[in-house]
């Protein structure tokens, strides 16, 4: 009787640790079935950068229309001013005894002045430099007064001089120098080095009035300008590229416009 008592406590002890051993595996078991729930990561949609479309070595071409401004002509600049400088000798021009006239003109044209100073009657002292600045006599814009016209015929200055009271008075001129200023209608300068253009002239044996050899009988009031054989007036030329040509001695009476 004991002997079966004790089988039935092995048996009923033997079912309890098989009972308890399935329920901890099933503990495990669920345990794997329902894992740490893992985070999830939402990734941000990544921006492309503006792509540069335009070549740094590409210029871009102005869509605007450019103003060009008209090119002008020698026929559309025109003679504006007229400075003469005179380098006078040893012997001078005297004041009030005295009188001079200047004129700038082209050649070929009959006589017709641009530019003139007339009946001068200051001092023009001797070796010194003296700066005379003419008045126009014609209208700017004509086309005797083109820069074009000039280039075709080049131009003439004429100095006279005039004896009032002394029959012997002579004016010794050692150097003479025109500077010209080509201008258009509006005023703006002529290029091409004719803004401001400069002749020297060569004058050689340059003394007007009494000279050795002259007649000293003369008919004068004191008022005009006496009349004799006197050398009175010098004539200087260009070429038509402004280039001086010889200086001429003329009588009071004598022209030369060509």
């Not at 009946?119 to 014609?138: F, G, P």
């Not at 200055?157 to 009032?164: M, P």
């Not at 010098?234 to 004598?254: H, I, Q, S, V």
Request: glycine share 6%; charged share 15%; with cysteine.
């Amino acid at each position: 009787m004991k002997k079966q008592a004790v089988v039935s406590y092995l048996l009923i002890m033997s079912a309890a640790l098989q009972a308890q051993t399935k329920l901890d595996t099933s503990k495990v078991i669920k345990a794997n079935i329902n894992p740490v729930p893992v985070k999830t990561i939402i990734k941000q949609p990544v921006s492309s950068a503006p792509v540069n479309t335009t070549s740094t070595n590409t210029q871009t071409k102005s869509t605007g229309t450019q103003q060009t401004q008209p090119v002008l002509t020698d026929a559309e600049y025109f003679l504006a001013g007229a400075v003469l400088k005179i380098n006078t000798g040893n012997d001078n021009k005297e004041a009030n005894t005295s009188t001079a006239y200047f004129y700038v003109r082209p050649r070929k044209s009959g006589g017709a002045a641009a530019y003139k100073l007339e009946d001068y009657a200051n001092e023009i002292k001797a070796n010194q430099a003296t700066d005379l600045r003419l008045d126009r006599s014609t209208t700017l814009n004509t086309a005797q007064n083109s820069l074009q016209y000039f280039k075709q015929n080049g131009l003439s200055v004429v100095i006279a001089y005039c004896n009032k009271n002394f029959c012997t008075d002579a004016w010794k001129i050692n150097s003479i120098t025109l500077t010209l200023e080509f201008k258009d209608a509006n005023g703006n300068p002529a290029p091409a080095g004719y803004a401001s253009r400069t002749i020297s002239f060569p004058v050689s044996g340059g003394t007007l009035g009494f000279v050795a050899g002259c007649n000293p009988f003369w008919i004068t009031d004191g008022k005009s300008c006496g009349h004799s054989d006197q050398l009175q007036k010098m004539l200087l030329k260009t070429d038509e590229y402004f280039n001086p040509m010889p200086a001429k001695l003329l009588g009071w009476w004598t022209d030369d416009v060509n």
